[in-house]
């Protein structure tokens, strides 16, 4: 927990400023990651620090101020939706038909360590309550 918190007190200096996330350079494809999923507006892709058998990120592929649930604007309710019906979708075709978790981090916090909107669904095991 501690790296965690790490990364996220890190993370924050840099919260607003609109420099390049490393989920910017993963859609430019300056970094590799193990997609499982791409449509038009979100890309889906295996955590590289995964905390569940299954731990998958979605991220918008247009940030457009979304840096935190927190800056959601009316402008963001269709990329939103989508988001929470592709982690369905992607729980579907990685087989969690027994559930799922969705967790989205915001702010320092919430332990978010990446400025650009983005989900994580775990799954694979049984996710214990109270989490965190």
């Known amino acids: 927990m501690a790296n965690e918190e790490a990364a996220a007190s890190a993370a924050s200096a840099l919260r ?4 390049p ?3 910017d ?16 507006k979100v890309l889906a892709f295996r955590d590289i620090s995964p905390q569940a058998p299954t731990h998958i990120i979605l991220i918008p ?3 457009d101020g979304l ?14 939706g989508h ?18 978790r969705i967790v989205i981090n915001d702010g320092p916090d919430g332990c978010q360590s990446v ?3 983005h989900l994580h ?8 309550w109270p989490p965190g």
């Open 16 to 19: 607003d400023t609109g420099a």
């Open 21 to 23: 996330t490393v989920f």
């Open 25 to 40: 350079r993963i859609l430019s494809k300056q970094i590799r990651s193990t997609v499982v999923y791409e449509d038009k």
């Open 61 to 63: 592929k247009e940030r």
């Open 67 to 80: 840096t935190r649930l927190s800056k959601a604007e009316e402008r963001h309710e269709e990329i939103l």
């Open 83 to 100: 988001l929470l019906y592709t982690a369905k979708v992607v729980a579907k075709q990685e087989g969690l038909d027994d559930g799922y």
């Open 115 to 117: 400025y650009h909107l």
């Open 121 to 128: 669904l775990l799954g694979g095991r049984k996710l214990g």
